[in-house]
């Protein structure tokens, strides 16, 4: 096999693949081989048409695309590890020539890694980010846990109060006529949430248990339900239970139930490093950015279309996994968005170009320092990685290969470089 490389414009290249005929006839062989046993010649029975007559009903050309499809994928890769360029893209494939007794000669239109030059990237300036927690905010997480420990309880002795939950049996009528998806029975319902369209929770407030109550409202005009968009409806009601949530006294015992204190001070002191600890944890990947953000304007490289495109398709397919874990496929996300895929790509490709800017500068600083991975910093990575999935560290070496293994000492390089970067910089 031979390659040709030809350097186009803005990072771009060509690769002329040729691959030798006798390839092609072995490709071509193959495919007969798994295609003949669905091919009918008369004469002959099912599977055992000799090649030769085959070609001449159906034109030599009949097992081309499918031969293509046999020797593509190896004759691409292994044109990109002989070529000693780094692509970054998928290809733009075209076939040059496909013929028996010929070589198979194609081409591929791809993106090399490119070139960065550097500017300041030491003794960075940035806005310092204040870090400061607020009295208010530790009041708000004890609320947040207090809300969490709260027990509702039913009560019988009053009307349905604003904020109560109460269930509902109930049921809704258009012109006296009942419409579908207008009726609940033992619905649970939060008064004053929202949950049903405007005005209806509010006529609830003073119901009693037991007892029938009906309710008037209008749908509004953009209902989603268009029949009944803007039209006028009556709902027969009746209160079956009331319950109202009761939250815990904020002292000494609520903090030895929520936490390992003896004491209401102590839990929100921990509270408080708690935040601190996040505080600073966010500051420092603020800084982080801001001083990447520097170090980009004042680089030189020229990124290619094809590669923005590229990272632009990891990201979609990132988001579709993550989706799918939530039991959504991607087309039903943006039917539920309102958002097209396009659109939703476009969204996408500012945030994908910096992604690619930020690793080319970090990867550049990395070597302009000379930084090395030591065996030490995979071993500290492979142990953090266990401790963080409870695993032992022994198992989690076994499920890396070789390949694996690279990407992550490049990680590990480009973690020194932020760490270098961001350490050199200086808060004003």
Do not use: H
């Amino acid at each position: 096999m031979s390659v040709q490389v030809e350097k186009l414009e803005k990072n771009m290249a060509k690769l002329t693949v040729e691959v030798p005929a006798e390839s092609v006839e072995k490709a071509i062989q193959t495919v007969y081989r798994k295609m003949r046993k669905n091919i009918n010649i008369p004469g002959f029975r099912k599977g055992k048409a000799p090649r030769q007559l085959i070609e001449k009903m159906y034109g030599k050309e009949v097992f081309y695309n499918d031969a293509i499809d046999e020797m593509l994928p190896k004759a691409y890769g292994d044109a990109v590890e002989e070529c000693g360029e780094e692509i970054v893209s998928r290809p733009k494939i075209d076939i040059v020539q496909i013929e028996s007794g010929k070589p198979f000669v194609f081409s591929a239109e791809v993106a090399v890694k490119p070139e960065v030059t550097l500017g300041e990237y030491k003794g960075i300036q940035v806005e310092k980010t204040p870090i400061e927690v607020l009295d208010a905010e530790i009041d708000a997480a004890v609320m947040k846990e207090r809300e969490a420990n709260a027990r509702t309880i039913t009560v019988e002795d009053r009307a349905v109060a604003d904020g109560d939950i109460i269930s509902l049996d109930f049921e809704g009528f258009v012109d006296g006529v009942a419409f579908e998806g207008g009726k609940g029975e033992n619905y649970e319902l939060t008064i004053g949430c929202g949950t049903f369209i405007p005005g209806f929770e509010d006529q609830l407030i003073g119901a009693e248990t037991d007892k029938d109550l009906e309710v008037n409202v209008t749908f509004p005009e953009d209902y989603n339900a268009k029949e009944l968009a803007g039209k006028n409806a009556l709902f027969k009601c009746r209160v079956n239970s009331v319950k109202v949530r009761e939250l815990p006294e904020v002292d000494d015992e609520f903090a030895q139930e929520v936490s390992e204190f003896e004491t209401l001070d102590e839990y929100k002191e921990d509270i408080r490093a708690k935040l601190l600890k996040d505080k600073e944890g966010e500051a420092k990947r603020i800084k982080e950015d801001a001083v990447i953000e520097k170090i980009i304007e004042s680089a030189q490289m020229e990124i290619p279309d094809a590669m923005v495109d590229f990272q632009t398709e990891q990201l979609m397919e990132d988001f579709a996994q993550r989706m799918q874990a939530q039991g959504l496929s991607l087309q039903q996300y943006f039917q539920f968005s309102g958002m097209t895929e396009e659109q939703y790509r476009e969204q996408m490709r500012p945030r994908a170009l910096k992604n690619i800017q930020s690793r080319l500068v970090l990867e550049a600083v990395a070597k302009a320092e000379n930084m090395e991975v030591t065996q030490e910093d995979v071993d500290a990575e492979m142990q953090r990685m266990a401790d963080m999935y409870k695993m032992e560290v022994e198992k989690v070496k076994e499920l890396f290969g070789e390949y694996q293994l690279e990407e992550m000492k490049k990680d590990l390089a480009i973690q020194k470089a932020i760490d270098l970067v961001r350490d050199a910089a200086v808060e004003a």
